[in-house]
């Protein structure tokens, strides 16, 4: 499978505990985000990286969360103190930057359950 | 892992019909749409993407709408099969300015097909 994969696929946590999703993007592709997804709604954006470089961040990103991508490859959302209202579903994307028509392409997702 | 909710707008059709989901957009500045389909517990997943140059585009068994002027897009999809049964969503970049896809999903619409 050369697609977008994220684990785990779920996690489920008490509040206050903290947690670590990973993402590993298509090979080739430079751009990585990371969208939420409540229930019934769409996916929300949270971050950006190019390459390693993180280089926007959405103010829903309190300083609980933090995302890295040390090496431009794979990607680790971490958020610390989890509170029931974190419970949601995290997508990673990723894209090829200059293609045209840029795509993204997600992952299916780490559905976290905060108790 | 059910990662969309049961309160969505639902078009329910007949298998072999012809589905149109339609969504309003808010950005005016907005120059690139896509149309995502996302099935239980898995990312979005790519349909097809108009630039805001056009106003119709056409893939195999679905066409993208775009009237720019009352800033609507439309999904139209031929022939529909029970596997097209998922929510659809249609997002719009919100990165112009900041050279990368900053997608803003709108309110999906669960496509339910009956054989």
């Known amino acids: 499978d050369t697609g977008v994969s994220q684990d785990p696929r779920h996690k489920i946590t008490k509040r206050g505990q903290n947690v670590t999703f990973r993402c590993d993007p298509i090979?080739?592709?430079?751009?990585l985000y990371w969208y939420r997804q409540t229930l019934g709604q769409g996916p929300e954006f949270l971050t950006y990286?190019?390459?390693?470089?993180?280089?926007?961040k959405s103010r829903l990103l309190s300083d609980r969360f933090s995302a890295e991508r040390p090496k431009g490859s794979f990607s680790t959302l971490e958020i610390q103190r989890t509170e029931q209202g974190d419970s949601a579903m995290y997508l990673c994307?990723?894209?090829?930057?200059?293609?045209?028509?840029?795509?993204?392409?997600f992952g299916s997702g780490t559905q976290l359950s905060v108790l | 892992g059910e990662s969309v909710g049961l309160h969505l707008p639902t078009l329910s059709v007949q298998e072999g019909d012809n589905s149109i989901i339609n969504c309003a957009y808010s950005?005016?500045?907005?120059?690139?749409f896509i149309w995502y389909k996302q099935e239980s517990g898995k990312g979005p997943q790519f349909i097809i993407d108009?630039?805001?140059?056009?106003d119709k585009r056409q893939g195999q068994r679905v066409t993208v709408l775009l009237n720019k002027t009352v800033k609507h897009l439309s999904l139209q999809i031929a022939a529909t099969q029970p596997g097209d049964s998922a929510v659809y969503f249609c997002?719009?970049?919100?990165?112009?300015?900041?050279?990368?896809?900053?997608?803003?999903f709108g309110t999906g619409t669960r496509l339910l097909v009956s054989p």
């Open positions: 090979s080739e592709h430079n751009r």
């Open positions: 950005n005016s500045a907005s120059d690139y």
């Open positions: 108009i630039r805001s140059n056009m």
């Open positions: 990286f190019q390459n390693e470089a993180q280089l926007e």
């Open positions: 997002a719009e970049n919100n990165g112009r300015d900041t050279g990368f896809q900053k997608l803003v």
């Open positions: 994307a990723s894209s090829l930057s200059g293609a045209t028509n840029e795509k993204l392409f």
